[in-house]
């Protein structure tokens, strides 16, 4: 069982990217998924979390109105659309899931069981 994210990369201030989380060995289509991202010398923060439907979801004040979490159950897969990005964006942006099923989005990060290798996301200004 495990998380792959994708999509980062090199992007100026003001641009866009969209993350993927790939998820491969069960479905995780009755659990919370989250995004969190750890910039250069700074703790691990929560960015987003979306329940199992897709109808709840939750953000960090920074990013609120610039990114949107989603995920396509079909395809065990989650994204986050990140738009006017900032150079304080910049950090390796992690996925995780819980699972336990059929719970609410959580910011902390000690209610997420499953974690997968980060991807970097690089804001120039």
């Known amino acids: 069982v495990q998380l792959q994210a994708s999509g980062g990369g090199l992007v100026q201030a003001g641009g866009s990217l969209r993350l993927s989380c790939a998820a491969s060995?069960?479905?995780?289509?009755?659990?919370?998924m989250g995004w969190f991202r750890q910039a250069p010398g700074k703790e691990r923060e929560f960015v987003a979390a979306i329940n199992w439907s897709g109808s709840s979801t939750d953000y960090v004040d920074s990013v609120k109105g610039r990114f949107t979490i989603s995920r396509d159950n079909a395809k065990n897969t989650m994204y986050l659309q990140m738009n006017s990005l900032k150079p304080e964006d910049t950090a390796v942006y992690y996925c995780a899931a819980q699972l336990k099923s059929f719970t609410i989005p959580t910011m902390a990060l000690n209610e997420y069981d499953l974690w997968g290798l980060g991807t970097l996301v690089t804001v120039s200004s």
């Open positions: 060995g069960r479905s995780f289509r009755t659990n919370v």
